[in-house]
C-alpha cells in the first residue's frame, strides 16, 4: 500500500485531463443508470479494499464537522461542544470546522479511528462514490482521486462501463 500511495498523486495527475472531458460529458448527460452503477463500483471495489491498511483520507485530508457532528463527538467525550471546539478544531477559510492538523488527531498507529462509532459524516461518507447524482461532485472527484486509491480504482472502473 505505501508504494500505492506514494504513486497515486502522479498517477491521478497523469489521468486529471482525461478524467476531466469524462467528468464533464457524465455532467452533460449523465445516464440514467448512474445511482445504480456507482452502488455498484463502489461496493466492488471497498470488497477489495482494506482501508485500514491505507488510512490516506485520514492522514492527508480532515473532515469538516458539522454541528450534529460536534454535539454528537462531545457528548461522546463528555465534554462541551465549546471545549471540543477549542481543543480540536479551527474554522477555515469556508468557515467550516475542520480538525487543527492532519493526521486526525483520532487516528491510531494502527489506522483505527478511536472515534469511529460517531465519527464525521464526512468521514461515513468518504469518498462519496456511492452518493446519488454522482455527477454533481466530480469536481471534488478529481482531487479525491489523489489522495484515495479506491476512489481512483471507481473512476478507471467507470470510464470502462459508462461510454459516450
Ligand atoms: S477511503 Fe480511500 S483514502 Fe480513505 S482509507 Fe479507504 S482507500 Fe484509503
Ligand atoms: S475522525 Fe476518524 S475516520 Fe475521521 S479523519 Fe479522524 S481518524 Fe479518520
Redesign the pocket.
Known amino acids: 500500500m505505501d508504494e500505492i500511495?506514494e504513486e497515486l498523486p502522479q498517477r491521478a495527475k497523469e489521468k486529471h485531463s482525461e478524467n476531466k472531458k469524462f467528468f464533464a460529458k457524465l455532467k452533460k448527460r449523465p445516464p440514467k443508470n448512474l445511482d445504480y452503477t456507482m452502488q455498484e463500483l463502489h461496493e466492488a471495489e471497498?470488497e477489495r479494499?482494506d482501508?485500514?491498511t491505507?488510512?490516506?483520507?485520514?492522514k492527508t485530508t480532515g473532515p469538516l464537522f458539522t454541528n450534529a457532528d460536534i454535539n454528537r463527538i462531545s457528548k461522546y467525550f463528555r465534554m462541551k461542544p465549546s471545549q471540543f471546539i477549542d481543543e480540536y478544531l479551527r474554522v477555515d477559510e469556508e468557515n467550516d470546522y475542520v480538525l487543527q492538523a492532519v493526521p486526525c488527531t483520532f487516528l491510531g498507529a494502527d489506522?483505527y479511528c478511536s472515534i469511529y462509532d460517531v465519527r464525521p459524516k464526512a468521514c461515513r461518507e468518504?469518498?462519496h462514490t456511492d452518493r446519488k447524482k454522482f455527477q454533481q461532485i466530480t469536481n471534488l472527484t478529481l482531487k479525491?482521486v489523489a489522495?484515495?486509491?479506491?476512489?481512483y480504482n471507481i473512476v478507471e472502473e467507470m470510464k470502462k462501463s459508462i461510454k459516450f
Do not use: S
Not at 54 to 58: G, K, L, S
Not at 147 to 151: D, F, Q, V
Open positions: 500511495l471497498f479494499m482501508c485500514l491505507c488510512a490516506n483520507c485520514c489506522n468518504f469518498p479525491n489522495i484515495c486509491p479506491a476512489a
